[in-house]
Nanobody, 115 residues
Framework: QVQVVESGGGLVQAGGSLRLSCVASGSIFSINDMGWYRQAPGKQRELVAVISNGGNTNYADSVKGRFTISRDNAKNTVYLQMNSLKPEETAVYYC?????????WGKGTLVTVSS
């Protein structure tokens, strides 16, 4: 079993920055990829960024150049640095941890970007 807990959401003005954190606990040795997803009101959950155990990253096209995902394996934590935020990126941001046989989700943290 793996548990993930997000933090760092809040209210920010358009063009501003936030850094989200996600701490994993439990059977952390079994975690492969960790990632961030978001779900805006009335929309489906979508991938924002993912990082492998080895540090390989993948980003949604819409966030490339503005968001950075990083991982501190010693702290069992993954971060999402978000710069130049846009109002349409208002959403609940979820942390995900993938093991070989299961996908674990946090409860999410709300990011609100005001115009």
């Amino acid at each position: 079993q793996v548990q993930v807990v997000e933090s760092g959401g809040g209210l920010v003005q358009a063009g501003g920055s936030l850094r989200l954190s996600c701490v994993a606990s439990g059977s952390i040795f079994s975690i492969n990829d960790m990632g961030w997803y978001r779900q805006a009101p009335g929309k489906q959950r979508e991938l924002v960024a993912v990082i492998s155990n080895g540090g390989n990253t993948n980003y949604a096209d819409s966030v490339k150049g503005r968001f950075t995902i990083s991982r501190d394996n010693a702290k069992n934590t993954v971060y999402l640095q978000m710069n130049s935020l846009k109002p349409e990126e208002t959403a609940v941001y979820y942390c995900n941890a993938e093991t070989w046989d299961y996908s674990y989700w946090g409860k999410g943290t709300l990011v609100t970007v005001s115009s």
